[in-house]
């Protein structure tokens, strides 16, 4: 290994508002390794380095981000979304978990939808088609690995997409918080610790009770009236003062609000025996970093070891000096580090964590994307042909994967400061605690101010990728979780009685056309059929084998459910989309001709016609028209009830041939006399005709599936007037598990799911579908368009009819782990 020394000479700096003070110069050694050690003669050093060390090779961290094709919807819109995961912390397309679970989530906590994407080296893509009953409200789409789950939730994706609906327009989103909630200030010392004597930088944050930024203004006063300092907010509620604490002084800060509420609030309290750090990021090439004790602190410590932590994500430098002045700077090139949060800790000479301070380097090595275009200006369906090309620092060019999407900005119109981008998650929201609000600022608007605003967000925000406390009392979460390489069917087999039965072979049957697979159970019982690789909802079926032909075994499948969700959105974090751009989609929605709810024709906003279909739980009557779940159902009163009305086409209604209970018909039954009514099925078994549904217990029902029309036709004639298919939960199983009796058991397991392709019309033709309007909110959507080695790509697609300005986003990631963002605009006349 490679070991680098650099010789630093310390000097009488004024760090940024620290006291002026006479100090002699100091020559301070910071002997630096970019990936792990130095100064092996430290023991301390070495132990604090060597847990940090063991920590990252123990813990290697994927992160999942999604790009949307835009950020907010309406019910009958679909959501598209390409998924990157990244492996370390050089954000390189990961090689190593292959399933990502990604679940779309009500305001409710409850999953709608979840499904799993094949991730191929760390790409994916998908969707979730929104029906046209989905109630509004402020939801989630949460992405995630099981390798992530080791980290206790904190490396998912989330992002709050806002949905609308066309039932509801007059109703606005809100998330109100409660009103006995006021707002919040709260101050934080930078390097933790207000000193006596010492000139510190004070950053502070407002917050509204919905949790976002709020204007504030005010004063600091010390415990004899005195105003020592002035504040105002800056940006969302966040800003920095100076302040030199007093011995046996205190300090409060008298604030007024944005809204004209005011507020005494006491500023944490001085010490006079302490040590902190201090950074200055103000130049582009270095660092400032500095390190100040109180004289009480300094005194009785003078002479002591001490050391420093620079964590640049998986990559760090160390360093150990000896206390021999009270104040003291050094430059750090910013070379050393990578893009990103670098977290600087100092230590006591007993390896105890004393002072931390975040801070942002930004170099200039992400990916230079330009897009250029045939044309100045485009007409309504006229075709666009759009270049792109990528390039790394110095020119070279990149290879690299993006998402391109396209939207008319007067139907979708947004800030894109408040949203996210593959750059702010990556780089900065992933790694810190609690909520960033509008995280693209920081990145889409580069100039001195995001800047300032950005360094103090670091002194706001705690690092979340480990605290110092649990990594030294080696407490960090244990890897239970390993990389999904495929997927997979689990179970155990026992007796009635419950005892497991060993060593017993089974069989697993794709009822598709599959081939057969054999299996053993453990000497526990359990089974687990790995390597396995489908897609849909598949039909299986498990089979034990016993010498004797007289199974009574019970087999228990492990369901593979979604993560729960422990917690709701705070009021307010809905990306700062207001119901003015929101009603602006739902007045979209509502003009279009040929719009219904319950049925739509010509071009919508998935491309195609008609209402989205989903998978059937068997696969062998092919795919329903429309899927409703028991959480979409209800669980108290009779089935029927709870059905009409969440079916599209469906009525129930008393049989004439029998009244004491309803029966679905494809539409009204007056219009309809002497037409036969639905046919249901449940688990496969079909009911006589004119059966109704209500001879199902509500709590029993898991699905309720609809066919009609052509998709009905898979029953022939007994199929004309459509059937409802409805899967119910066994009363012996746990909403976990599924079980079976005398040796079989067959179960519809969620495989990989089959993205929709996006769909955008080709106009090539003046009069082509001239009497169809094109209101298309989403114009175009690519979620893989591979450069090529030069670094070029090229698509083209046909605007709708639409005036005004549209959005191009592109964005994406290199082989190499660059990261890049573009935003470009064109007119449509």
């Not at 906003?605 to 979409?632: C, F, I």
């Not at 209500?694 to 998709?711: H, Q």
């Not at 089959?754 to 690519?782: E, G, V």
Request: glycine content about 8%; aromatic content about 10%.
């Amino acid at each position: 290994m490679k070991w680098v020394t650099f010789l630093f000479q310390f000097k009488l700096v004024n760090l940024f508002i620290m006291k002026k003070t006479a100090l002699a110069l100091l020559l301070f050694v910071l002997a630096i390794n970019s990936h792990a050690f130095c100064q092996s003669d430290n023991t301390v050093l070495n132990t604090v380095a060597g847990k940090l060390q063991s920590f990252y090779t123990g813990h290697i961290v994927e992160k999942a981000y999604l790009g949307f094709d835009k950020p907010y919807y309406v019910a009958g819109d679909t959501i598209y979304f390409k998924a990157c995961v990244t492996s370390g912390e050089k954000h390189q397309l990961s090689l190593q978990s292959v399933v990502l679970y990604v679940d779309l989530i009500n305001p409710q906590r409850i999953i709608k939808k979840s499904i799993k994407l094949e991730l191929q080296n760390g790409l994916a893509w998908g969707d979730f088609a929104l029906p046209d009953t989905l109630s509004k409200g402020n939801y989630r789409v949460r992405a995630y690995s099981k390798l992530m789950k080791n980290e206790t939730g904190t490396c998912f994706f989330e992002q709050v997409i806002p949905i609308g609906s066309i039932n509801e327009i007059a109703n606005p989103i809100v998330l109100s918080a409660p009103k006995t909630q006021k707002p919040d200030l709260q101050f934080f010392p930078e390097g933790g610790t207000l000193l006596m004597g010492v000139e510190t930088k004070v950053a502070f944050k407002a917050i509204n009770p919905d949790g976002l930024g709020l204007n504030v203004k005010g004063a600091i006063v010390d415990n004899s009236g005195k105003t020592v300092a002035n504040f105002a907010s800056a940006h969302l509620g966040m800003g920095a003062f100076s302040l030199t604490p007093e011995t046996g002084k205190t300090y409060s800060a008298h604030v007024t609000f944005a809204d004209g509420s005011q507020n005494s609030i006491d500023l944490p309290k001085a010490s006079e025996n302490g040590i902190a750090l201090a950074l200055n990021n103000s130049d582009t090439s270095k660092l400032t970093l500095g390190i100040y004790s109180s004289p009480a602190f300094f005194e009785q410590n003078k002479g002591k070891i001490y050391s420093l932590i620079m964590n640049s994500g998986a990559s760090f430098s160390k360093a150990s000096f000896k206390l021999n002045n009270q104040l003291f700077a050094v430059d750090l090139k910013k070379s050393q580090f990578r893009t990103g949060i670098v977290q600087f800790t100092l230590f006591s000479p007993d390896g105890q964590p004393l002072s931390e301070r975040l801070v942002f380097v930004q170099h200039n090595d992400l990916l230079n994307l330009k897009v250029s275009s045939d044309k100045a200006g485009y007409k309504t369906r006229g075709k666009v042909s759009i270049n792109l090309n990528a390039k790394r620092l110095a020119d070279s060019v990149a290879t690299g994967h993006f998402s391109v999407s396209v939207t008319d900005e007067n139907k979708v119109p947004f800030d894109d400061r408040s949203g996210n981008s593959i750059l702010s998650w990556m780089l900065l929201t992933s790694d810190l605690r609690g909520y960033i609000e509008q995280p693209n600022y920081y990145f889409d608007m580069p100039g001195a101010d995001a800047q300032i605003s950005l360094d103090i967000l670091m002194l706001t925000q705690g690092y979340r990728r480990f605290t110092w406390t649990d990594l030294l009392a080696d407490k960090y979460p244990a890897t239970t979780f390993q990389p999904e390489k495929a997927l997979e069917i689990k179970g155990m087999i026992s007796t009635t009685d419950g005892k497991p039965v060993a060593n017993n072979k089974l069989n697993l049957v794709s009822m598709d056309g599959g081939t057969t697979l054999n299996g053993l159970t453990d000497s526990v019982g359990t089974f687990d059929f790995k390597n396995l690789a489908f897609t849909g909802n598949t039909y299986f079926m498990l089979k034990t084998v016993s010498a004797k032909n007289n199974n009574k075994t019970l087999i228990t499948w492990l369901k593979d459910n979604p993560e729960p969700v422990t917690y709701d959105i705070t009021a307010g974090l809905a990306q700062n989309v207001t119901d003015s751009l929101l009603a602006s989609s739902l007045q979209n929605r509502k003009s279009q001709p040929d719009y219904m709810p319950k049925k739509r024709t010509g071009i919508n906003e998935a491309g195609a016609t008609g209402n989205p279909v989903q998978p059937s739980p068997r696969d062998k009557l092919g795919r329903a028209d429309q899927v409703v779940h028991r959480e979409d159902i209800g669980s108290n009163g009779m089935l029927s009830d709870h059905l009409n009305g969440l079916l599209n086409g469906v009525m129930f209604t008393g049989d004439p041939f029998a009244t004491n209970h309803k029966v679905p018909y494809l539409s009204a039954p007056q219009t309809l006399r002497g037409s036969p009514p639905m046919l249901v099925i449940v688990d496969g078994v079909q009911l006589p005709l004119g059966s109704g549904v209500d001879e199902v217990n509500i709590n029993d029902v898991e699905t309720v599936e609809l066919f009609k029309n052509s998709s009905s036709s898979v029953l022939g004639s007994q199929g004309g007037t459509g059937f409802l298919y409805i899967t119910t939960i066994s009363r012996s199983s746990s909403p976990l598990t599924k079980q079976g009796r005398d040796g079989s058991l067959g179960i519809t397991v969620p495989g990989y799911y089959n993205a929709r392709t996006f769909y955008t019309p080709k106009y090539d033709h003046a009069n082509d579908n001239a009497n169809l309007k094109d209101l298309r909110s989403t114009i175009y959507w690519n979620p893989e368009l591979v450069t090529d080695k030069a670094g070029n790509a090229s698509f083209d697609f046909y605007n709708a009819d639409g005036t005004g300005s549209y959005r191009i986003i592109v964005e994406g990631i290199d082989e190499k782990g660059n990261l890049g963002r573009t935003v470009y605009h064109y007119k449509v006349q």
